[in-house]
Every structure is written in structure tokens, then in C-alpha cells.
């Protein structure tokens, strides 16, 4: 596993998410603002919390594993992430 490749694995994903975002509110209006941004901020919350991870490799566990884990939790919140905003085009 490469580090810089997950850091910039997680920094786009996130981008893009936030991209989203604002594509969203372009589309349909400001009236959900609120509840775009709190998913704006719950992705940037996700950024700094597998960064953090990333920098700070829990020594227990096998350095493969530990990537894998980081990686399935980036793209399982990011997917999170995802269906909330899809939820809020269903309201």
C-alpha cells in the first residue's frame, strides 16, 4: 500500500463529494443549504479523521491490514455521504 496514494484517494474523493454538494445547491436551489452543509461538513470531518489515521498507524495491527481498514472506512462513509445527499433530491 502506498500512503500518497491513499492520502490522494481520500483528498478526492472528498472533493468530489463536496463538488457535489454545490452542484446540488446550484440545481435546486438554497432552500436544503443546511442540510448540504452539514454533509459538507460531516466529509470534512471524514478527511481529517482517516488522515489522522493515515499519519498515525495503530501499531497492533499489521501495517496491510490497518491501510485495507482505513481504505473500506473512506469508501464506506464516503457512499454515507453519498446517500444522504441522494436523499435529499427524494424530499
Known amino acids: 500500500m502506498n ?3 491513499i492520502k490522494k484517494d481520500v483528498e478526492f474523493l472528498v472533493a468530489e463529494l463536496v463538488d457535489d454538494c454545490f452542484i446540488y445547491l446550484e440545481l435546486n436551489g438554497e432552500e436544503k443549504m443546511d442540510k448540504v452543509g452539514e454533509i459538507i461538513g460531516d466529509a470534512l470531518d471524514l478527511q ?3 488522515m489522522d489515521k493515515i499519519n498515525h498507524p495503530n501499531p497492533e495491527i499489521q501495517t496491510d ?3 485495507k ?3 473500506k472506512e473512506l ?3 464516503i457512499d454515507a455521504l453519498y446517500e ?3 436523499a435529499l433530491s427524494a424530499k
Open 65 to 67: 491490514k490497518y491501510y
Open 48 to 50: 481529517d479523521d482517516l
Open 84 to 86: 444522504r445527499l441522494s
Open 75 to 77: 469508501v464506506g462513509g
Open 69 to 71: 481498514g482505513v481504505t
Open 3 to 5: 500512503l500518497r496514494n
